[in-house]
């Protein structure tokens, strides 16, 4: 197959010099020998501008040099038409590049595109919105907010902002449904998720697999700060089994399970983050697996 190969980067995400970025795309890519094209992210996530440039120019890879975000919003705007997509990760947490064993380092992540291979890989529907990855309610989703709207970016102020919402986060009263049983809760977060990534190499859902049709599911319920720490320690750890959701049991510290179908009820208005953005919270909630809704390619 002959490839090609259209990038688009994200001019603000993450913390480095995204003109040097580009810089390194444009000399690999000609050394490896394909042709391409370069576009910015668009802030809207809004990619149908380029369905007739893919089209008419017989792209067949989209390359996203951004965070989870923008490749969220990419993905799910291109995906219907067959392209391969390939991730060089410029974000604060790149939690989808993490979970698939992509490198950080963009020239060994360049040589993950041209050498890699692609599978078809699961995404998640909440209501009518797109996940690749990962959707949080609670303490994670107000962390996403607040550095949404801080002034710098990277990892140093994403520790600051985690830090400053631990010491006055609060639980939140969550009603969840399988099907097959109903949890009444209150928690300080719930994260659903199709990668084991949080970003950063931080393992929330050990077990998530990007293609084995199901989502994870992680309950931190109502306990003291210490308890908190120490559950998460343990979940990160990987000490935490998954339950199946008809034994567990609603008394617990950390719940864990798996399903294909899940619905919240948020009474309360918990704080809603995508993918690490952050997005207007919603009262009712219905995620439901996509399987090998996206080709992504992989070391």
Known sequence: MHRKILYIVNPISGTKNKKSVQEIIEKETRRAGFSFAIYPSVAGGDYA?????IKEQKFT????????GTINQAVNSLRKLGVQFGIIPCGSGNGLAFSAGISKDPVK??????NGRSKLTDGFSINNQFACMLCGLGFDAQVAHDFANAPKRGLTTYVKKTIQ????????????????KEIRTEAFFISVANSNQFGNHFTIAPKASLNDGLLDVVIMTKQNKLGVLFQTLKQISGFNKVKSVDIVDERSSLIYFQTETLKISNERGAPLHIDGDPVETMEEMRFAIVKDCFLLIYP
Do not use: M, Q, R, W
Not at 49 to 53: D, E, K, Q, R
């Open 109 to 114: 992540a360049l040589h993950t595109v041209f």
């Open 165 to 180: 919402n631990f010491l006055t986060s609060k639980a939140y009263p969550f009603t969840l449904s399988t099907g097959e």
């Open 49 to 53: 501008f380029l369905y007739p440039i």
């Open 61 to 68: 890879d989209v390359v996203i040099a951004g965070g989870d």
